[in-house]
């Protein structure tokens, strides 16, 4: 988590306890929610956040789109806690009550935030929309706090402090709500706590063995309650999550260098990053490095190792393009796979792979070439080629790599392991062999 | 959810309420969850099955494995509702408070179950390993009530009946506990609330017109309290759900049929589909229903849009394939852009997003063709053409259909933004004009 500076020092609050301990409640308000509707990942994301810098949760609280019980929630959550986080419900809509059930609750009256109006009115006019009233609550700020931020969305973020008590409200939408609580809510409950009784973590990611090998491989480095180690298995990858508390923050990241250094020797190229970079992200960097570039021919992943790849800033430096040849016509004319080549051994074929590579490479005078071909279901399996059969393929200046692989799953997840390991397979080549 | 007659009849209790309306509250053990390093799905899946049985969700807890914090939130839970559900914490070791938790609140001394006792001594007895003092906690029944059977786990549910309240323990392992929710708990409940009470809702999914806008279009069908309207803003759509109650699951599905017919009539076309289908699925099917074809030539989305097209099962009878034109040269090498358009206008402008669309609609001799150029970010940008610049072209038989958007966001939200937009307006094209 980046270490931003926040911008605007808070008066400071004669009753909050200034301590190692803040005492967090989050308050989740969406009556999606209570239906079942949608998973609250976003407070597990803030949960996670929080107690990455000591602060103690302790209790989280879901309710709906109601004042009373809104009401009942934060009135709880104000008797036992330093700071009460609530999610969700600042729209600009009627059924959007937490702003006034914050406002309530620390007796705060609002008031119009003329900067934001301005910046609500800006928005609307750039994209010729009418702004009507309602519009306007967003532009509703504490008296005893501020505005939040919010790059991403029309609502701003609140910050109530009174009452001896913080109170924050987030906006439900996870597009918004987490740089929100990366970039303004971390830094600034961070400085809360004066920086004391510190929980650091880091995240190695593992690609091309399975969670069970990869505890097997670490489990003498999984002992100790401080720094502790601990698997995650994700989809085509598996996540070693490294933590340590110390009274410092440099203590405890010396600690966490020390353990990650240990796997490292233990898992050596199977660990392809850090934290929030995912394999693509590490590929890109490696072709940056190395000078080189890659081109994608996908018939069953449809654009997703294309999408995968460009979805990183600077992709374009090595990625000139790809194709996306889903009908047989198209791998033809796209990526001068033969008529013959498949009509003799089928579209999903480890030769029609390799061909999709190289064809690909040649087109865009790349230095590799991907090529991916298999079915993904849930129609088009047959006994011999079933559904979740695909054919990876790298063709690279010496070689074409093929590997033939049998996922299951849904047609999303069958696509995604492919292109989770045809990404593996490139990175593999790419990486320095010891 | 299967109709399973519940094998054990309850000792009928006075003081329960037996209404359409029952009362419940979930409250979700486990400190992995207020450490944020599971995301809990469990208590989505149990809101969901609630509601569909008309159980009214007021509030969902989650607490530490901390018994002076679990028993706090069974009183505020057992103070306002029927039935208390607890998810977690029911293992053998010390941390699991859950069965004394309940046992506490509910009054219930808890006695030695011997059929569990003698089940749970079988188990280890198979598996080769001694049986301990505190596997035996898992023996440990309520009085006032019964234990659950759990066919996939040492840990039974529990069943409290006392004090004019239902207390219900489940396991939180999900393979444990979707079982016991689905054979056990929903037609229990079911059967207490007389089968009395349904709650039903459906999402009407609308594309092309903001939040505020939608809610001032719909807001005089929203003031009603059955069936409800609630608007929810999602990237680039909003969706509407409209939820009623009634006696039965007929009436609730006619009261919803009916109000979701006013709000077509209000939004019509806006509205692109229902419930779990994205907009990419409903472009599949119309297609399919023309038969007729779409083919993708993008830039600054990288794939993403013949990715999200492809997702669909069966989208490969209406879409032949697209390309990845990232590079200058690749947009005239595989969409027949000229150099001179490109030099003259600029790889980002409306004259080249009109030549992808109708160059790649050529190379694929589909019907449509979607091209797509912009300034994905984060760097890239200039004053004349900044970041969030996208142009979006559908052409088709007649013509070309170009729209120019900036958008706001992160490089991920700025691609999909585009590739929302771009959807839309193939989708407008594509449905019959009233």
Redesign the interface.
């Known amino acids: 988590m980046a270490d931003i500076h926040y911008p605007y020092p808070l008066r400071p609050t004669a009753s909050l306890r200034r301590s190692a301990s803040l005492q967090a409640e989050i308050v989740s308000v969406g009556?999606?929610?209570?239906?079942?509707?949608?998973?609250?990942?976003n407070?597990?994301?803030?949960?996670?956040?929080?107690?990455e810098i000591g602060v103690t949760?302790?209790?989280?609280?879901?309710?709906?789109?109601n004042m009373e019980?809104l009401r009942a929630?934060l009135q709880?959550a104000m008797g036992s806690s330093d700071v009460v986080i609530t999610i969700g419900g600042l729209?600009?809509?009627?059924?959007d009550i937490t702003r006034d059930g914050l406002a309530a609750a620390f007796e705060d009256p609002l008031q119009l935030d003329k900067d934001i109006e301005q910046r609500l009115r800006a928005f609307f006019a750039?994209?010729n929309?009418p702004i009507?009233d309602?519009?306007l609550r967003q532009a509703m700020a504490p008296v005893y706090g501020r505005s939040i931020e919010n790059?991403?969305g029309t609502a701003p973020g609140l910050l109530f402090e009174h009452l001896g008590r913080i109170g924050i409200a987030l906006p439900g939408?996870p597009?918004e709500f987490i740089?929100m609580v990366d970039n303004h809510i971390i830094p600034y409950l961070r400085a809360k706590t004066g920086g004391v009784g510190a929980i650091r973590s880091i995240v190695l990611r593992v690609a091309g063995i399975g969670e069970s090998m990869v505890e097997d491989r670490v489990k003498h480095l999984m002992t100790d309650s401080n720094p502790t180690v601990?698997p995650?298995a994700k989809v085509g990858e598996v996540h070693l999550r490294v933590t340590a508390r110390a009274d410092t923050a440099e203590e405890a990241e010396r600690l966490i260098a020390e353990r990650a250094a240990q796997v490292r020797k233990v898992l050596g190229d199977a660990i392809y990053g850090v934290n929030d970079t995912p394999i693509e992200g590490a590929i890109v960097e490696l072709l940056r490095r190395r000078g080189e570039t890659v081109s994608?021919a996908?018939s069953?992943?449809?654009?997703?190792?294309?999408?995968r790849?460009?979805?990183i800033?600077?992709?374009?430096d090595v990625?000139?393009?790809?194709?996306?040849?889903?009908?047989n016509?198209?791998k033809t004319?796209?990526a001068a796979v033969p008529q013959e080549t498949i009509m003799q051994f089928g579209a999903v074929s480890r030769e029609v792979a390799c061909l999709l590579a190289d064809g690909v490479r040649s087109?865009?005078n790349s230095t590799y070439g991907i090529g991916i071909t298999g079915i993904a279901?849930?129609?088009g399996g047959t006994p011999e080629k079933p559904v979740g059969l695909v054919y990876l393929a790298v063709a690279g200046p010496q070689e074409c790599v093929v590997e033939k692989v049998n996922y299951i799953g849904s047609?999303?997840i069958i696509?995604y392991r492919a292109s989770q390991t045809v990404l593996n397979m490139l990175r593999m080549t790419l990486v320095p062999k010891t």
Chains 1, 2 share one sequence.
């Open positions: 009556t999606e929610l209570l239906l079942g509707q949608i998973v609250d990942t407070a597990a994301y803030l949960s996670k956040a929080l107690s949760l302790h209790r989280r609280s879901t309710v709906g789109d019980r929630a709880d729209g600009p809509t009627m059924d750039q994209r929309i009507i309602s519009n790059p991403n939408p597009n740089p601990a995650y994608t996908e069953c992943t449809g654009g997703l190792v294309a999408q790849i460009t979805d800033p600077g992709s374009s990625f000139p393009g790809g194709v996306v040849a889903y009908s016509i198209s004319d796209l087109r865009f279901g849930p129609g047609r999303s696509r």
